[in-house]
């Protein structure tokens, strides 16, 4: 007796590879964020679809009354791509904020709130100092829009975003007052509400910052408008901004990322795995886009026309799907190696991929089933008649095991257990005409 099931499984894999998908987002910081790869350091997240950029090097920050002839100027040199280079870098900025009478300890003395020594905290990267002083200006002074900018811009180097967001919103609310707006400000709350995952608020500052032509947006801001534009529900806005980056910087590979990722929910493989392909060549460690890259195969061998097409598909999933393994050894990552090796009819390289996977008692329903559908291809019942039996005893509920069950206790004669599992995948597929079929097959046998 000869039954192929292979096209049952691959229709079983659309809903395993959508849970594939959402696990591995939801394992990922920010899910669809993943790391800016610089070109000098090429650090990446080994971790993920998903880790945040780098915004080394991008916002300024001057005192308001630092005497500096350039404090109109915006620093526009080249930033360093030094991964230790602290997250805002203070230089001159135009300076904004109401003379007052300031009683702080460790300021200068005078008729104004001198924030000079609290920049310069800041610039020396004393982070928890320049937030303490400069929170003691604002207490003196609660309208003094340069001690809320420097709070600001050292909660966002201490990586506590939302009191950031909080704070250079209150220096920005008080510029606006003055009609003395500055771009830094601007430019740092809309990454405070960015990082805080307030695309909302974050989105019409970087469509301002980006807006601007002198001087011309940071990198990181175009990308973070992007992010937020997907966030929001703006595929098409995003996929221009993301396209603007690619034509700038062909090898950012988050962008392109996020180029594949758009085509992939608009159903455009070709789109997508192009992209996708593009990204892994810039960043061969991007856990990302080797995931999507493999669930993008698969899912354009499912709607191949020939058994030419999908074979080869297949075939490059598999490629993908050790992309994915080198850089990734978790059972999530496995477990979508092990989809595309089935899908390819590399069954006995499947189960080898499973066997550590499914050892122990807390292995995943999931991966019980694919190791067991892998190991009943390959010939082996007795191994597919555990694994599938483990997998049954976790999700009862599940039709597709019983089917395989049924199948692999069909072929070792054990025709009461067969009969038995393709009646209670009857019971749970009450429509389906195979296991109709396959019971028939087997109850004159069972005895």
Known sequence: MTRNYLQRIVALFASLLIFTMLAAQA?????????RVNRQTARTDNTNTTANKSS?????VE???ANNSNSRKRNTSQQTTNADTPLLTPVASTPVGAPVTNTSPGT???????TTHAFSLLKAKQYDAALKEAKQITDNNPNDSEGWKIAGFAELNLKQYEAASTDLQKAFDLQRTARQEDPFTSDALAHAYFLSDKFDRALPLLVA??????PKPDPITIYYRGVAEYKMGKAADAERTFNEIVKDNPKDSASLFFLGQIAFE??????????LNRATLADARSVSAWNLLTLAYLQRAAAAKTPAQADADYLSAVRAGEGLTRVRTDAAANILFAQALIAAKQFARAATVLERFTAGADASPSALYLYGVSQSRAQNFPKAIGALERAAAKTPGDANIYRELGYAYEVSKQYAKALAAYEKGLQLAPNDADFKESAERVRPFAK
Do not use: H
């Open 56 to 60: 080394s090097g991008l916002l300024d």
């Open 63 to 65: 005192p308001a009354n």
């Open 209 to 214: 910052a980006t807006a601007r032509k002198d």
């Open 266 to 275: 608009r159903n455009d493989m070709d789109a997508s795995i192009a992209a």
């Open 108 to 114: 200068s003395s005078g008729a104004s709130a001198d």
């Open 27 to 35: 394992q990922s910081s920010g899910s669809t964020r993943p790391r």
